[in-house]
């Protein structure tokens, strides 16, 4: 397969965040690699160079691999996909926000912002994700919050909100300190919860804004080069400290749902995210199939016509084993009750489950009759 990837221009200004090295690369051909050149063999157990690494189907939330993907670890410039979506939730987006003294002279990869210099709020959102800048966030962060410290009590209470409860913030850019952590899993639930947002999906998934679409003070270049390198690539954040080493967190469209992948001191980055990617799209078929299906499938198609019709989305491995349990009543049925569940095992281990709920009201026997029946 030979991917063809539309850039702006030639020459991509690519930097990464703090400590890094300035990279100023030309857009060559070997940066439109061929997603095939990074094979996996999906017959072993993929193991990268990542302290930290994990997939999921941003779709169903469903876990498709990982590699010590729970541990706390410091997580750098991702920390400024929660910043973000504060600023999503909270802010006018189009409010002008004037750029204070410590925004401008915070350290640390920046857009450049001078002080006293008026912003909208949706610019600082576009300075923040394509540029990384710590600017934009402080700016952002003392906007809605009044100070740093009340805008981390937001960031926490945001993030607990959306279930990420693993994490803590003590800044909106992530530089390194003591109280501020996370982990792949988290960062992967978040980053899927903010990709259902259409402003969201455009400031972390477009390549180029110019300074005439929505009237800012310039044009914006995104750094992240994982958005030439995977066709459907759509987001999301890279980040780079001394304490967390090279981080990113990817999106990619692939078959009507985004994979999302969050690699965390990885020094090679870019290529593990593909092999990442090639290597949970080769090992899973992803499947869009009504729980009424299902059970035709198995032979209960009298159940089906008894139970509220879901749509189920999954992850389904060549080993992966589809079980349908019927539970015992002891009752007569009502609307509502839970009548059994779809369970989608690896092995032993259930990954997935779902449940069956009556649409209907029955007694005891009758439901007995479609069960034993089977029809």
Known sequence: MTTVCNVYTAEAFIEDDIDMDDETVEMLDEDFIDIDGNKVDKKLPLRVSARNAIAIDGKSMEVLWGQKGYEIVPMA???KILT?????NYGDLDRKVTISKNASSIRGS????????EVTMRELLFGLMFRSGNDAAIAIAEDIGGSIDNFSNIMND???SLGIIDSHFESPHGLDSAKHYSSAYDLAILTAKGMESDIFREIVGEKVIYKDKYNFTRDYQNINKILYRIPGANGVKTGYTGGAGKCLVSSVNYNDRNIIIVVLNCPDRWNVTEKI????TSCNTFMDISNKEILEKENLAGLGKIIEEEDITYGYKEKDIVEVEVFNRYSDVESGDILGKISIKEEEYEKDKFPLISNINMS??????IIFSKE
């Open 110 to 117: 920046t857009v450049g912002y001078k002080a006293g210099e």
């Open 158 to 160: 945001f993030a607990r």
């Open 364 to 369: 005891k026997e009758e439901f007995e009759n």
């Open 84 to 88: 973000s979506l504060i600023a999503i």
């Open 77 to 79: 410039s991702t920390t």
């Open 277 to 280: 990617f090639n290597y949970v």
